[in-house]
């Protein structure tokens, strides 16, 4: 049998294979940011025992919104939302992480409230966010001060105490895609000339901080960090990426995480740019960290399973194929056929082709 399907223990937590739900933004939240009973349906259908998921970015203040119709934890209200969604995966015997995110410079007045949107400094980029007007462009943005940061560290916080209280097993910290996180960590992005600028250490300082403070309300193994070394979503660049991400992981060792998650660079948002180009940022940072890794980005079920047997990853998450195969760990160890995704359905609308797909054989 592929290792892809032997238990795995991560934190108090033992997975029975290694198949993960990637984090994928949906947009089915109801409008004040609560998830809505599709929401609790579509994570249900994709619970398996002893299965770990990853659920889609999260909002963790009204003001670090990106998306329309993404989920908050960000209010007491929404607790009870996410509490139904992990009573549901746990009733078929799975795990469930929450990806905390801050959208950062991608976001939109309308979407923060009115401030600009925050960024470690101003760097002109283009992109376009989800209002309620649609896709428009990103408002300008502008440098977050000192004592913003402070708030955003405390934001963080309140989000993961009401998580626990939600019954969540995890955290993933979102420090990827281009996001607030990931600008402070790569230098394209980072122009700063104070404690959070400049070296290393300096840009790697704020997801210390907040990682110190999700380990404190989760404790020991059940937190996570997600990275995308090579990524261009949100026009996010780095001189030397190797060197930033390797001196971040190893930075990660420092405490009792539960994984780091890192995407691969043949992905861009939800489209695959390099087609069988074998994984490389997996390869580069399992040298460094000391603890689970998770490989995502383009993978198929020999993909998934040729690296965790050549150990360059321990687990393997599936975005894509998981919106159409609720069913896919199943799917995966037995070679069914799989069905094909609908991208038309990935971003916002209704429960066709968002919950309505069947399971292998019904």
């Given at each position: ?336 056929p799989l069905t094909h995704y609908e991208r038309d359905a990935f971003w916002g609308g209704s429960e066709v ?10």
């Amino acid at each position: 049998m592929s290792k892809l399907f032997s238990p795995l223990r991560i934190g108090p937590y033992t997975l029975s294979h290694r198949v993960v739900h990637a984090p994928t933004t949906r947009l089915r939240a109801n409008a004040d940011d609560s998830p809505s009973e599709m929401m609790v349906q579509y994570y249900s259908q994709r619970a398996s025992e002893g299965g770990l998921l990853i659920a889609e970015s999260t909002h963790m203040s009204s003001d670090s919104r990106g998306y329309l119709g993404a989920p908050g934890i960000y209010e007491d209200a929404h607790i009870p939302g996410w509490k139904h969604i992990a009573d549901a995966v746990h009733a078929k015997g799975g795990v469930l992480f929450m990806q905390l995110g801050h959208d950062g410079r991608q976001s939109h007045v309308d979407l923060t409230g009115g401030p600009l949107p925050i960024a470690p400094s101003v760097v002109p980029f283009e992109t376009d966010v989800l209002t309620q007007d649609g896709w428009v462009p990103a408002s300008p943005h502008r440098e977050v001060s000192i004592e913003e940061i402070r708030t955003v560290i405390r934001n963080y916080r309140r989000a993961a105490e009401r998580a626990l209280l939600a019954g969540l097993d995890g955290i993933e910290i979102h420090s990827a895609n281009g996001y607030l996180l990931d600008t402070f960590l790569q230098d394209g992005t980072n122009k700063r000339r104070d404690e959070y600028g400049g070296s290393l250490e300096n840009r790697t300082r704020l997801l210390r901080e907040i990682v110190t403070e999700m380990v404190e309300v989760f404790g020991s193994g059940r937190v996570g960090v997600r990275f995308s070394p090579s990524g261009q979503w949100g026009s996010i660049s780095d001189s030397d990426p190797e060197a930033t991400f390797s001196y971040a992981a190893d930075m990660l060792n420092r405490f009792p995480l539960a994984y780091l998650h890192v995407i691969e660079p043949r992905v861009k948002g939800v489209e695959t740019l390099h087609e069988g180009q074998p994984p490389v940022a997996s390869t580069f940072l399992r040298k460094v960290y000391k603890g689970v890794m998770i490989a995502a980005g383009g993978f198929d079920g020999d993909g998934a399973a040729a690296i965790v047997e050549q150990g360059d990853a321990d687990l393997v998450a599936f975005g894509r194929y998981f919106t159409s195969n609720p069913d896919l760990p199943a799917r995966l160890k037995h070679r069914w056929p799989l069905t094909h995704y609908e991208r038309d359905a990935f971003w916002g609308g209704s429960e066709v082709h968002y919950t309505d797909f069947p399971a292998y054989g019904t």
